[in-house]
């Protein structure tokens, strides 16, 4: 049975809302001659963060793979996919904000990066130790807590409507 597992709601509307509030403003300061290239933009711009934060992942009984959008590929990103059987171990590695990231290990050598920010993580990672057999995995929560996500959406809200309030005064 295939399952697809999103980036997390919390994690694209941060980023998105970000984005909004950073850059809703360029098209109205900007001179008359370059209003509709920074509209233009704007969009383009909006279409590229709403395209990269679209990456998933999907499992199987043999399988797990990354797939990313055009758009990621173009900028770097790869989509991957190993077989159950391949990976040899999950490797921990402290980031320097002091928590930790995981990576498969597979028998020819390779690392991928194991995949935190999904919607449904828990039974992510129970699908993951079941086809593994690597209990080490329950450990494997989200890379940043959930809440510093939902206050940056917050926070970029609450940008996004200062500066409507400040553009009809």
């Avoid at 233009?40 to 998933?56: A, C, W």
């Avoid at 043999?62 to 173009?74: D, G, H, L, V």
């Avoid at 020819?108 to 995995?137: C, D």
Wanted: positive net charge; proline residues 4%.
């Amino acid at each position: 049975m295939i399952e697809k597992f999103k980036t997390l709601f919390f994690v694209k509307s941060s980023l998105i809302c970000l984005y909004l509030a950073l850059t809703i403003p360029i098209p109205f300061v900007s001179i008359d001659g370059l209003k509709i290239p920074s509209s233009i933009t704007f969009f383009l711009g909006l279409y590229l963060i709403i395209n990269i934060t679209s990456d998933y992942v999907e499992t199987c009984n043999n399988k797990i793979s990354y797939k990313t959008s055009f758009i990621s590929k173009i900028l770097g990103k790869k989509n991957w996919e190993i077989f159950w059987k391949d990976i040899k171990s999950i490797k921990s590695l402290p980031t320097s904000q002091g928590s930790k990231v995981y990576y498969f290990n597979t028998y020819q050598g390779e690392n991928f990066l194991l995949p935190h920010r999904l919607e449904n993580l828990k039974k992510f990672v129970l699908i993951v130790s079941k086809n593994t057999g690597i209990a080490a995995i329950e450990k494997v929560s989200y890379i940043t807590p959930l809440w510093t996500y939902k206050l940056l959406t917050l926070l970029s809200v609450l940008m996004i409507v200062g500066e409507l309030f400040a553009f009809i005064n």
